[in-house]
């Protein structure tokens, strides 16, 4: 007996379903975060600001149909685009796949359980608030660590990252 291949080691991105595509998301809305950039080094950092419309307890959009024309810079994920989009999580299923990466063990795809991503710590459940509710001079503040895990290009609060530090050091 053969063992069939699970859709995301057997199709590419271009070949699943709309069903298979949306399957794709863990929910853990770190996507849905206010990001800050550094002008000058590109340095991204995540806050712990979610978009309004996100439900922090549930994460999940509150108008995931109508979120592009309601949020005009929320970005719809598509197989075209995924790759170009360095700000993705280094968690998020859609850059793992694009990198040709498996999904991880508690991704709901491979545990069977929606609530895996929330056990096992991964998503913004309870750690964020909306960014209505904290002023934009406000948000460096907010600058937090847990989203970025396995993020290159992070910066640390307060850090300035020289990006020609590598071709200095002896």
């Known amino acids: 007996m053969t063992d069939k291949l699970p859709f995301w080691k057997a199709k590419t991105m271009q070949e699943m379903t709309r069903k298979e595509w949306e399957s794709l998301c863990d929910g853990c809305a770190k996507c849905c975060l206010v990001k800050l950039e550094d002008e000058d080094t590109g ?13 922090c307890e549930t994460c999940a959009c509150g108008d995931y149909a109508n979120r592009s024309v309601r949020v005009p810079d929320c970005v719809t994920l598509t197989p075209k685009n995924v790759d170009q989009l360095y700000w993705m999580p280094a968690t998020c299923a859609y850059k793992l796949i694009a990198e040709g990466e498996d999904l991880p063990w508690w991704h709901p795809l491979v545990s069977g359980e929606q609530e895996s991503v929330h056990q096992a710590g991964i998503s913004a459940r309870g750690r964020v608030v909306h960014e209505s509710t ?11 660590h847990w989203p970025a895990v396995g993020f290159e290009g992070y910066y640390e609060p307060g850090e300035h990252i020289d990006p020609d530090a590598d071709e200095k050091s002896d």
């Not at 340095?43 to 439900?55: K, P």
């Not at 904290?134 to 937090?144: A, C, D, F, L, T």
């Open 43 to 55: 340095a991204l950092a995540f806050t712990d600001i979610a978009c309004d419309l996100l439900d």
């Open 134 to 144: 904290i002023p934009v001079e406000e948000w460096e503040s907010r600058i937090v």
